[in-house]
């Protein structure tokens, strides 16, 4: 059977993703790092909503993590593989690049840069035997696609992430798995909360921030038989803010 992997589903864009995911009836297996509470409650309410899910925590930022339970699950699920990758865990440490920490740097290249690296590479050998085929959709952001100042870390994670989703489309095409991004702008989640959400939703041209689940359209979009024959492409998700 195909799964559906999410990382980060706990919370947030991840969790809209794997709710849409369900919705279009492919069982989602939900990544967290530690708040296991909030990916409990997703995954009941995908089974409350009659579709099938699991959790798999592990830290997308240690390779050792990741093979450790992909082996486990591969263990658990001898027929069955991931389909659709949707690598979406990340997190912020903003601030100015001339009072950046090193641990502020690493962190979110280890979380955004290498997690997708790591979990990816693991993954395609789901997706590569006899053509099988298979979706990947990488969480960029606006900020890797203009830049935003007080996040060169981040920036520079998500423009890279860009890069790498351009590329890894060109490698993997011929084995029908396609590689798209989505960048979203200002989105409502735990992420944004800190931010001064008055004076930025001035900045957009649609007056507000975006939802997850508005993100999780496009997604669920980019992972369905629909989106066949799409690859290499960054969907702006934004309200008019940079496009
Ligand atoms: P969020 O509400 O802060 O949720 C982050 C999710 O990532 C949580 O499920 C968290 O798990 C998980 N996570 C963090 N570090 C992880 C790790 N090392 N390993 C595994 N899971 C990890 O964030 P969000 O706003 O939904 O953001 C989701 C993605 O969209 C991120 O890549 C973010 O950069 C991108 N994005 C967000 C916005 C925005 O405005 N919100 C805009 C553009 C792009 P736990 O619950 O266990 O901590």
């Known amino acids: 059977m195909k799964y559906a992997l999410v990382t980060g589903a706990s919370r ?3 969790r809209a993703v794997a709710l849409r995911l369900a919705a279009q009836g492919l069982p989602v297996i939900i ?4 708040n296991h509470e909030a990916a409990q409650a997703v995954a009941q309410e995908i089974v409350q909503a009659g579709g099938r899910a699991e959790l798999l925590p592990f830290d997308v930022a240690s390779p050792q993590a990741i093979e450790a339970a ?11 593989h991931v ?6 865990a990340g997190i912020r440490r903003d601030n100015v690049m001339f009072m950046m920490g090193d641990d502020e740097w690493h962190q979110v290249l280890d979380t955004t840069l290498n997690g997708f690296f790591y979990l990816t590479r693991r993954l395609l050998k789901h997706m590569m035997p006899r053509r099988r085929g298979g979706r990947i959709v990488n969480i960029a952001s606006l900020s890797g696609v203009k830049g935003m100042p007080g996040q060169t870390n981040y920036s520079a ?3 890279a992430l860009i890069g790498a989703t351009k590329a890894l489309a060109q490698e993997v095409a011929a084995r029908q798995v396609t590689v798209n991004a989505v960048a979203p702008g200002f989105i409502e989640t735990d992420m944004t909360r800190d931010l001064p959400q008055d004076e930025l939703k001035r900045l957009v041209p649609m007056g507000r921030f975006g939802t997850p689940d508005e993100v999780a359209a496009a ?4 992972a369905s038989d629909a989106a066949s ?4 492409e960054v969907i702006n998700i934004n309200g008019g803010l940079y496009t």
């Open 12 to 14: 947030g864009i991840g």
């Open 31 to 34: 990544n967290y790092h530690s």
């Open 70 to 80: 992909v082996d486990q699950w591969e263990q658990q699920h001898p027929d069955d």
């Open 83 to 88: 389909a659709v990758l949707v690598n979406n």
């Open 157 to 159: 994670a998500k423009a």
């Open 219 to 222: 997604v669920a979009f980019l």
């Open 229 to 232: 024959y799409i690859t290499g």
